[in-house]
T-cell receptor, first 115, second 107 residues
């Protein structure tokens, strides 16, 4: 099956700094990437959808200046949490969808802790 | 509002008992529906999708457009079925998840 690699799996950063999370599709070209946020014991909340080469579409309530998403190539998308605060601590998950496929493949997730 | 609803947060059954995890959706048009499963300490993975009408690991799900439901069923639960189950809808290029149901299968 298709593999989506997400790095880092765990990161701790100081309040006010920025953190970049990478999501790579290893054996297929991802035309669409989804970024989710998951709070403890809750569901995945869609943050944004990005298509290769175009700007990401953010869900209502998600600050696009705080959560910068770049999808510059068909195998890589990045999420940068800028000026992180403790309330940004969460589990972030990326998902990739390839043209012609009928399912989304998920990264292993990144646990961000802002101290 | 468009949404995916999974009314049960937790479903506990004994091994061998039938299981039904409920999912209702409220989307217009013809969305695609999926069930994803997340085993302990593993990433989300696809369990099944309505367009393929397949049975995976003994699970089946039938799309009922009249009731806007896509309930997941298995006649005889196994301990290894214990996991989080998410119903998801693909609509206008967005993949939206329900709140999830934790299935616990006791020996």
């Amino acid at each position: 099956g298709a593999v989506v690699s997400q790095h880092p799996s765990r990161v701790i950063c100081k309040s006010g700094t920025s953190v970049k999370i990478e999501c790579r599709s290893l054996d297929f070209q991802a035309t669409t990437m989804f970024w989710y946020r998951q709070f403890p014991k809750q569901s995945l909340m869609l943050m944004a959808t990005s298509n290769e080469g175009s700007k990401a579409t953010y869900e209502q309530g998600v600050e696009k200046d705080k959560f910068l998403i770049n999808h510059a190539s068909l195998t890589l998308s990045t999420l940068t949490v800028t000026s992180a605060h403790p309330e940004d601590s969460s589990f972030y998950i990326c998902s990739a969808w390839a043209r012609g496929r009928t399912e989304a493949f998920f990264g292993q997730g990144t646990r961000l802790t802002v101290v | 509002a468009q949404r995916v609803t999974q009314p049960e947060k937790l479903l506990s059954v004994f091994k061998g008992a039938p299981v039904e995890l409920k999912c209702n959706y409220s989307y217009s048009g013809s969305p695609e529906l999926f069930w994803y499963v997340q085993y302990s300490r593993q990433r989300l993975q696809l369990l099944l999708r309505h367009i393929s009408r397949e049975s995976i690991k003994g699970f089946t799900a039938d799309l009922n457009k009249g009731e806007t439901s896509f309930h997941l069923k298995k006649p005889f639960a196994q301990e290894e079925d214990s996991a989080m189950y998410y119903c998801a809808v693909l609509n206008t290029d967005k993949l939206i998840f329900g709140t999830g149901t934790r299935l616990q299968v006791f020996p």
